[in-house]
């Protein structure tokens, strides 16, 4: 059996597997910000998303 991953600052097994989920399934709004960010649109600026 694998060992549970280790969460940060005190997060449940379901808050975890919440944040997984929107990770893995951004909305329309997220994908076309993402695609300016990536793509330095925005400014010029360089922007890297945030892990938990």
Do not use: D, I, V
């Not at 694998?2 to 597997?17: M, N, V």
């Not at 990770?23 to 910000?33: D, F």
């Amino acid at each position: 059996m694998k060992p549970k991953p280790k969460l940060r600052g005190g997060a449940t097994e379901t808050l975890h597997q919440w944040a997984q989920e929107n990770r893995n399934t951004p909305t329309a709004a997220e994908e076309r910000l993402w695609e300016a960010l990536r793509n330095r649109q925005l400014s010029g600026l360089r922007f890297r998303c945030q892990h938990a």
